[in-house]
């Protein structure tokens, strides 16, 4: 079993629609968890980061921890075809990051 | 402000020659480094951290190499490439627990 398990889709969605990704971890230590943005070609940069339990806003983009269920979401609200890109979440343990494997996300015109 | 440099942006490379790839971070001091491969599709692939100049920690057995000569340089080495070395190497730094990637490097390797 992997320590972070995300399904890679591709997940294709129309304009506008609410977008929810989902990652599972395995590791109940786990303090911080992050979510990256990967464009073809580019390198994955920081979209939010929550630590513990609950929710964090900003903009169109909500992250969700629920450490009792080890389970990691990110939202994404009025979703546009500018967000078409694989969304990679990560767990930080002992100076590394722990990766899911990413999903590639499609949003139709 | 901080930012990180990678280069070649890509390379083409023959089986059986060496690699080196080079990263340098500008703007902050100390900082962790990483170096990931990224297979094509597919997530990413821890292959070496360093904690300070001279600490380099290996995570993946295989012909690579990575060196810290100074602070805020890091590379990326192999003695002879193989087919199975193809693939996007991304250098990230960090201070705490977000990393900040740089624009990778894509190797062909034929």
């Known amino acids: 079993q992997k320590e972070v398990e995300q399904d890679p889709g591709p997940l294709s969605v129309p304009e506008g629609a609410i977008v929810s990704l989902n990652c599972t971890y395995s590791n109940s230590a786990f303090q911080y968890f992050m979510w990256y943005r990967q464009y073809s070609r580019k390198g994955p940069e920081l979209l939010m980061y929550t630590y513990s339990s609950g929710n964090k806003e900003d903009g169109r983009f909500t992250a969700q921890v629920d450490k009792s269920s080890k389970y990691i979401s990110l939202f994404i609200r009025d979703s546009q075809p500018s967000d078409s890109a694989t969304y990679l979440c990560?767990?930080?343990?002992?100076?590394?990051?722990?990766w899911g494997a990413g999903t590639k996300l499609i949003i139709k015109p | 402000s901080q930012t990180i440099h990678q280069w070649p942006a890509t390379l083409v490379q023959p089986v059986g020659s060496p690699l080196s790839l080079e990263c340098t971070v500008e703007?902050?001091?100390?900082?962790?480094l990483y170096w990931y491969r990224q297979a094509a599709g597919r997530g990413l692939q821890l292959l070496f951290y360093s904690v300070g100049i001279g600490q380099i920690s290996s995570e993946v057995p295989q012909n690579l190499s990575a060196s810290r000569p100074q602070d805020r340089q890091f590379i990326l080495s192999s003695k002879k490439l193989l087919l199975s070395d193809s693939g996007f190497y991304l250098c990230a730094w960090s201070v705490s627990y977000e990393q900040f990637f740089g624009p990778g490097t894509r190797l062909t390797v034929l």
């Open positions: 990560s767990c930080y343990s002992n100076y590394q990051l722990i």
């Open positions: 703007g902050t001091s100390n900082p962790n």
